[in-house]
């Protein structure tokens, strides 16, 4: 499976940004899908993940009410709407994806077996 994300950019703090991943190679209907992000000198955390099949999603509280991951899969992408922006939101926002995990164990970024390279998101205050 590759992974191809983009859509990053500078925006404003209040601003909105649509990222997308776009997969290619034999995707599985266990799949899963996630956006994480790694601020300068931070580790990377999990932001959200989507079943492949079915749709369910998973949020970081930090971006609770503010983002909204969702996929096409005719086009085999995952786009990450990531509205009210906050300069603390500023990283490199990266993809992946694995097989089976639910609730919490999707969190886990060692379980993620495929990676896009990262995109930067710049928020200003």
């Known amino acids: 499976v590759q992974l191809q994300a983009f859509g990053g950019g500078l925006v404003q703090a209040g601003g909105s940004l649509r990222l997308s991943c776009a997969a290619s190679?034999?995707?599985?209907?266990?799949?899963?899908v996630g956006w994480f992000r790694q601020a300068p000198g931070k580790e990377r955390d999990f932001v959200a993940v989507?079943?492949?099949?079915?749709?369910?999603?998973y949020y970081a509280d930090s971006v609770k009410g503010r983002f909204t991951i969702s996929r096409d899969n005719t086009k085999n992408t995952v786009y990450l709407q990531m509205n009210s922006l906050k300069p603390e939101d500023t990283a490199v926002y990266y993809c992946?994806?694995?097989?089976?995990?639910?609730?919490?164990?999707?969190?886990?970024?060692?379980?993620?077996?495929?990676w896009g390279q990262g995109t930067q998101v710049t928020v200003s205050s």
């Open positions: 989507i079943t492949w099949i079915g749709g369910s999603t």
């Open positions: 190679g034999r995707i599985l209907s266990t799949y899963r």
């Open positions: 992946a994806t694995r097989a089976y995990c639910s609730g919490y164990g999707c969190y886990d970024q060692s379980g993620y077996s495929y």
